[in-house]
DNA sequence: CGTGTAGGTGAACGTATATTCACCTACAAT
DNA sequence: ATTGTAGGTGAATATACGTTCACCTACACG
């Protein structure tokens, strides 16, 4: 695709640039452009490279080896990051919450903007084990996307899930009188609270996201 | 996260290229990673990228600059699969349905596993206008992943997604007596029928997940 | 105790890579 | 005809960067 402003050349120059990135999640060097381009002087390299700046189509840092980036959202679909794949967990008991990613039951692509500010490295996704949030619009059995934070971090009010013996639920946080409380929104669901070192409950985390299969 | 097989220096160093390759769109050079792991040497580095590279958490081009790229993901579903991004349909009126691609308001990566049967091509991400099957846990805003159907080839019963006016509603469907009847679950929202010729409905296909950012 | 491994310092070295210079061709505009 | 810009060659130069060497500390293990 020609793009606006650049001549044919500047282009091409361009087009391989994009394309070095996405195959190899690196830019090029002048050289390997050259050579790609057959373009025998890395001076004639040098020459599209700095076209290219000065039109805004890439930017730039001097002198530093592959120092090219593309500028802008020029398309979105540079990977630069394998997709996120985030684990479901599996069976797992509240007085070992470290083994949380041990035996996940499998995996889920999960898009980035599902996840809030967190990193999806800090993600996990937990099936819903009961109807405590269904006016909410959780209901069990649902994937919740969750951000593992140490109960410490929480808000109250923020939406957690949490590992009460073998099931996981979804809840309201709320830490007062130093035990943390998990209130459920639905009739028929009963608040419970926890002593904050109790081995019986485990806060997972944030619920960033749901997702469900009809 | 710790990643099995790695120490804790080591750990860090990986962690440290991902997300500097995340940010610069290229990998860092020796002297990047230690300094800003103060590390003085950049011995000291090139021996924690070596570890890396025997435990195959990256690749390396020997002698090249910035010649580390992140291992493949384990899981082979990345590898054979793009990740199918589908298109989050954006305004459109129900007369226009051969426009519902036409101006998407973006698109999201989304699990191959939330789609059924459907074929990626063939599904579409609808934002819910309204409340009226909230009791099925589907709220205003909510992501439906719609696999585009003809509504001739629907059940009685299934649960679809209706392009109303300008208003994408989620809705049980059910055909009899020549009209097209949109059932809500929720209190306070009423049946509506339509002729199957109808301009003013188009019944977009069947949802087959949801998604919802909290 | 010795031995192995992870991790580190500092320096020397070679090469990969960007920069710059002098000079050239082609082409369009004034 | 002159001027300006895009694009090019080839070579010299400076520096960014990876590699290697000698040597050090801390710690786990049998």
Redesign the pocket.
Known sequence: MQKPGL????NRVFDYIRSYIRENQK?P????I?EA?????????????A?LERKKYIN?T???????SLADSDDPFILTDAPPLLPVIGRVRSDKPQQLRHHPAGALLVDPRLLGRAEADSCVIAISGDDGMQDLGIRKGDFLIVEETDWSQLLNGELVAALIGERIIARLFDFSRNRFHLRPTARGYKEEAFRSDASGCHVIGRVQSIMRNI
């Open positions: 001549t044919a050349g500047q830019p060097t002048f050289a390997e050259g381009l057959s373009i025998r002087s890395t001076n004639g390299v040098h020459k599209h490279i076209a730039r001097p002198r530093v080896s592959r120092g090219i």
